[in-house]
C-alpha cells in the first residue's frame, strides 16, 4: 500500500467516525448522549495511557491528574473571576500550562538519568495522591473535598457539548493512529523493547519520553478542561487514583498498544458503569472488577485484538503474533560516500582514534581494571584478549559510557568522554556491538536497520519512509549475509549469525569510527565466522574504522588483527604485534593458569610493534 492511500484510509476512517458522532444525538435518548459525553472525554485520556504503557512501556497511574489540570483551571477561573472568552482563553492556556510544567517535573524525575520502569511507575502512582491532598487542602480556592460547582460556562446544548467531545476524541486518536505508524512512531516500540539498544544507537530515549509524556499531558488538559466546561462541576476525585488506575484498566481491558482498543474500552465500560450504578448500586463495581479479571485471564492481550482475531481463529488461519513476515516496506540504498568525520561531529585529525589513559574500574572493594593504558589508531584493528574474568567486556563498556569507569580519561576522536552517557559517546564517533546480539526481537530487519539510521534522519511524525539509505560499511554486512532477503522478517526469527549480523549492520549504519566488537563470531559456523571476519578487515582495512575487538577464538584474533591486548586480572600484560603475542611465554603462563599473581605486576611492555602517534 502506498503512502498516501494508507494516509487517506485513515482520513476516511476518521470522516466515518466523525459521521457517527454526528449522528449520536439523533439516534440516542438524551441520558446517554449526557453520559456519553463524559465517557468520550475519559477516552481521550485512556488514549494517552495506551500511547503511553501500550506503546512506550511505561506503566502510568498518573493521567487522571493532568486532566484534574484542565478541569480545575476552567472551574476555578470560571469561579474566581467572570466567565468572558477571553477568561475562557485564560483559563485553557492555565490548565495546559499547568500539566506541561507538572509533566516536565515528573518526566524529568521519572525518566531522567536512566530511572527505572518501576520506578517511573511508582511515581506516577503518587503523583495523583499528591495532588489530591493539593486539592483537599486548598480550602474555599479548590472548594477541597466538595470541588468547585455552579459556575457560569459556555453557553452549549447538550448535542454540542457531545459533537464537541466526539470530534476532539476522533482528532486525537486519528493524530495518534498516524503517529504510532510513522517512523518516528516505531522509536516508540523500539525504546520499549531494549531501551539500552536505542541508547547506544545514539538515542537520547529520556527526551523522547518525556516529549511523549509531555503531549499526552496537554491532550488530558484539554480533555480536563471541555468536561469541566459541560459539567460546570470540578471535584477532587478527577485527580484521584482511582480514577488514574481505572484509565489502567479501561486501557488493559480493550487492548493496549492497539489505541482504538482502549477508546472503546473506555467508552463502554464507562458508560456501562453509569447505567450499572444506578440499576445495581451496591454491586456494580464487583462485577466490572469480575469482568476485568476473567478478560486479563482469558485473554491477556486485551478485548479488541480478540474480536480482530476470531474470524481467523475460527477459520483456522491465526498464526502466533509477531512470527507472520510482514510485507517489506522499505528499500535499501547506499548513502553517498560521506565525510564520516563530518558526519560524527568528529575531527579525527592526526591523533589516535582511541586513547585510553590510567582507566580503572572497582565495583566496590573489587577492582576489575586497573591503570589502563592504550591508543589505537584509524585503520587499525585491535584485538583484546585474555582470560575469562580478565576485564574485556568491563573495558568496552567504560570506552562505550562515560559514567562507567571509576578513574581515567577516555578520548574518542579527539573528544573526551568525561561521564557522558552512551547517546554522548555514539555522536563522538563510538559503535558498541554487544557479546549477545542485541537488536529489536519484534521488529522486522528492515526497521531495526530504520532505527539505526534514526539518529542521522530525523523520523517523520506522521509518514513512513520507503527508502532507507544506509552507509556503504553495513549494506556490505547486509549484502554478504543475505540479510537483504529477509528484510520484512521479524529480527527474532533470524538464525544466531544473522542475527549477528544485523546488530553489526545497525552498529555500522552509525557510521561509527571507533567500532567496540565483543565477540560478534560466538556460536556462529566457521563459514560465518570467516565472513565477518572478511568484513572487519575490509572495514579498518578499506573504510579506516578503528576496531576493538574482544575474542577468544586466537585462531581467528591471529588471522585478523593488526596489534593484540592481553589483559589480565584487570590489566594490559602485554601490548604488541600478533607475533610477539603468538611467541611470548607470559601469555602462555596466563592462558595456562599459572604465575597468574608475578604476571599481574610484571610490568607490560609499552605499545608494541604498531607504535601509535601521540
Ligand atoms: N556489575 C558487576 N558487579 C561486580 N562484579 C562485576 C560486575 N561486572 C563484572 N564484574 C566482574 O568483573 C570481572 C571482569 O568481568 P568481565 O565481564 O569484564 O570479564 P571478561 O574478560 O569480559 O570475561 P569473559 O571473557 O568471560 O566475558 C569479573 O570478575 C566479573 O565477575
Known sequence: MTESRRLSLILAAAVLALAAIFAGPYVLDTYSVNVLTRSLLYAAVALTVDLLWGYLGILTFGQSVFFACGAYAAGLVFTHMDFTPGNAALALALGIGAAVFTAAIVGWLAFWHGASALYASVITLVLPIVATQLLYSGGTFTGSSSGLSGFTSFDLSTEAWFWLAGSFLVAMTTLAYIFVQSDAGRLLVAVRENEQRCKYLGLNTSRLKIRVYLACAVIGAVAGYIYAAYAMVVAPELAGFVFGTELVIWTALGGRGTLLGPVFGALIVDYESAQLSGNFPFIWQLIIGTVFVLVIVAFPRGLLPMVFDLPRRLLGLVRPRGDVARPARVALATLATLDAAQTQGAEVGNGPALAVTGVAKRFGSLTVLDGID???????????????????????????????????????????????????????????????????ETLTVAECLQIARARHARPSLWRRANILPLPEAAMHVIATTGLDRQLSTPAHLLSHGLKQALELSMVLALEPRVLLLDEP??????????????????????????????????????????????????????????????????????????????????????????????
Open 374 to 440: 592504550f591508543k589505537a589508531r584509524a585503520g587499525e584493528l585491535v584485538s583484546l584478549v585474555g582470560p575469562n574474568g580478565a576485564g574485556k567486556t568491563t573495558l568496552m563498556r567504560c570506552i562505550a559510557d562515560g559514567a562507567e569507569r571509576s578513574a581515567g580519561t577516555i578520548i574518542v576522536n579527539g573528544h573526551d568522554i568525561g561521564s557522558r552517557p552512551p547517546e554522548a559517546c555514539v555522536a563522538f564517533g563510538v559503535g558498541r556491538k554487544f557479546q549477545m546480539a542485541n537488536v529489536f
Open 521 to 614: 563470531t560466538a556460536g556462529l559456523t566457521k563459514t560465518e565466522r570467516m565472513q565477518i571476519g572478511a568484513i572487519l578487515i575490509d572495514l579498518t582495512k578499506k573504510q579506516g574504522l578503528c576496531v576493538l575487538l574482544v575474542e577468544h577464538d586466537l585462531d581467528f584474533v591471529r588471522e585478523i588483527s593488526s596489534r593484540v591486548i592481553v589483559l589480565h586480572q584487570g590489566r594490559i600484560v602485554l601490548d604488541g604485534s600478533v607475533e610477539e603475542v603468538v611467541a611470548s611465554e607470559l601469555v602462555k603462563q596466563v592462558y595456562a593458569g599459572s604465575g597468574h599473581a608475578g604476571i599481574a605486576h610484571e610490568t607490560a611492555p609499552k605499545t608494541g610493534g604498531q607504535e601509535v602517534p601521540a
